[in-house]
């Protein structure tokens, strides 16, 4: 059995390695290392897929999120909305821009912000809400926008997890995450679904005003060479990624497939069982698994991870500390917030391996040996 990975980025790269090869020769021998024509192509190409009418590439999924609240001009002391239960990208950079982050509970079963949580929250100071579509499924876009105009608040989807996903409307039509809100941002890390051979990221926008000044705002506030109206950063996408990303792209929807292929698996090997709840589906979204995320109740997670760790087989805790309890915020006096949700998940999820490369055998001897765990 070839050895399980969280993540196998090198058998998906074997499989496209001469087109990728080739293409990245051509970026050395155009050496245009920075502001290839490729960025540009790419940025095309993913406006295309998504249906969004402006994306702008940068550096990385975190500065992605910056950079939509600078560009929205949020000011310090500002209210942002935010799940405690993300990664931390997501809330970190409400911080550095001075920003008060909001924390708020998910629900249970999706793991997405709980709209009925942000009503609650809402208060005078609020400028924005982030939602995060957590492990590749969306957050109830419907209902956070309805939210969002009622009060006059600004959305910014944190769509590093859900490239490709699918969000479907009350009347049937549909949108891809990322395109719903004001602003999207994504990250091209490469174990995300659509990854770079680095670091990478961008913004999505239907709002031609705003895709101005995140363009701005990405290249050091200029709106002109060496005219800068205002204070931004660099945040750059370079050539040799988009020229990868641009391959990738094209197989996107079959890496989905792949992935829902194992999580079905998964799904079946597990179901009605009764310590397992395995990822809930929901009716308005299609999901895309960035994570296969299993809650565990009356076993223990962290034997299950240590078990699972003997016989090789990787799993991970995505997230063991919800925001609120991170360091980092304790200034904002948010540790002491009950968040009962929030903390039961951090307690409960565990994810196990899931990615473009899995085969029969692999998903076969890891639901043998999470069921052998669970039946002890
Ligand atoms: C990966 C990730 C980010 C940040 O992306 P980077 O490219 O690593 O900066 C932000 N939010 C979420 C939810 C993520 O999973």
Partial sequence: MRPIQMVDTHTQYHKIKSEVDNAVIDVMESSAFINGKPVQEFAISLSNYLGAKYTIPCANGTD???????????????????????????????????????FVEVDPKTFCIDPAAIEKAITPKTKAIVPVHLYGQAAPMGAIMDIAAKHKIFVIEDNAQAIGCDYFFKDGSKKKTGTIGHIGTTSFYPSKNLGAFGDGGAIFTNDE???????????????????????????????????????????????????????????????????????????????????????????????????????????????????????????????????PVTDWLTERVISLPIHTELDMEQLNYITGHVLEFVNK
């Fill in 64 to 102: 992605a999120l910056q950079i939509a609240m600078m560009a929205l001009g949020l000011q310090p002391g500002d209210e942002v909305i935010t799940p405690s239960f993300t990664y931390i990208a997501t809330t970190e950079v409400i911080a550095l821009l001075k920003l008060t982050p909001v």
């Fill in 209 to 339: 005003t705003l895709a101005i000044k995140l363009k701005m705002m990405a290249n050091h506030g200029q709106s002109k060479k060496y005219y800068h109206d205002v204070v931004g950063c660099n945040s750059r996408l370079d050539t040799m990624q988009a020229v990868i990303l641009n391959i990738k792209l094209k197989h996107l929807d079959a890496y989905a497939a792949s992935r829902r292929k194992a999580a079905d698996f998964y799904d079946q090997a597990f179901a009605s069982h009764p310590k397992i709840t395995t990822p809930f589906r929901a009716q308005y979204s299609n999901h895309v698994f960035h994570q296969y995320t299993l809650i565990l109740d009356g076993a223990d997670r962290d034997e299950l991870n240590n078990f699972l760790s003997e016989k090789k087989i990787p799993s991970m805790i995505y997230y063991p500390v919800p925001g609120h309890k991170q360091k980092m915020f304790a200034h904002f006096n948010v540790a002491s917030q009950t968040m």
